[in-house]
């Protein structure tokens, strides 16, 4: 059950940018969190936004690390008019590196890492969370196509006491991500979604591709706006 997912698919909410953007996580990975995420977890991501509706909602005991304050105010007031209580929220304003040194030391059940994706930040957020995950407890890394991120998912998989579980959601058709650390990657998926996802890719960063996915995206707004 996702029903806030769908809700927030269906009218995304401007909570990034100067308001009036969304930089929400890939629908299925916002999913993953709905319905994974209990109420009284200990859970915290860097980075803030739909993601920290869905802690909220499930009244887990959530810390939001981000550099931005009007970000926790755009959360907060679209919570409250979801009807949300934010209150299991606590909101840690900073960039990720200055704020997670000094973290209380807590056990987390799960981590949303999606704050700053340039080289070497998901690698410097996973290694000031990790002491405090506790065993069993997982660490979520979204953008893995961003070589930033790829070399953190890399290095884990050669780690023994970490386990690379599986991919929640493929990545976008048309990332233009070439200032955040290279060309896309698609080494983190297995050898079988790997070859489907760059064709997928190949075919759709085209510019022929690319309108395809513009019309797709402005058809499949409009019906989830019908639905709505
Ligand atoms: C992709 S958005 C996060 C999206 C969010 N997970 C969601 O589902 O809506 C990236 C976030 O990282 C934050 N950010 C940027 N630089 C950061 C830094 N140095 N430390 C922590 N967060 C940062 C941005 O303010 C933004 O909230």
Not at 53 to 60: C, E, G, I, N, P
Not at 142 to 162: H, I, K, S
């Amino acid at each position: 059950m996702t029903r806030l997912t769908d809700d927030l698919r269906a009218s995304p909410p401007g909570l990034h940018g100067a308001g009036d953007e969304y930089w929400g996580l890939a629908w299925a990975a916002l999913g993953w969190l709905e319905e994974n995420v209990t109420e009284g977890m200990a859970t915290l991501e860097t980075g803030s936004g739909s993601s920290t509706l869905v802690f909220a909602s499930a009244r887990a005991e959530h810390e939001a690390v981000t550099p931005d304050s009007a970000e926790e105010a755009r959360v907060r007031r679209e919570c409250e008019r979801r009807g949300i209580d934010s209150s299991s929220v606590r909101f840690r304003i900073g960039p990720s590196h200055e704020v997670l040194p000094q973290l209380e030391a807590r056990p987390l059940d799960l981590v949303l890492l999606d704050g700053a994706h340039g080289f070497p930040y998901p690698v410097l957020d996973w290694w000031h969370v990790a002491p405090h995950v506790r065993v069993g407890g997982v660490v979520l890394l979204d953008d893995a196509y961003m070589p930033p991120v790829r070399v953190l998912v890399d290095a884990l998989r050669e780690q023994p006491g970490w386990e690379v579980a599986a991919a929640v959601s493929l990545p976008p058709f048309d990332w233009r991500g070439e200032p955040i650390g290279g060309r896309m990657s698609f080494r983190y998926l297995p050898p079988a979604r790997r070859v489907g996802a760059s064709l997928r890719h190949r075919a759709f960063s085209t510019a022929l591709g690319l309108r395809v996915v513009a019309l797709a995206r402005r058809r499949s707004a409009l019906r989830w706006r019908k639905r709505g």
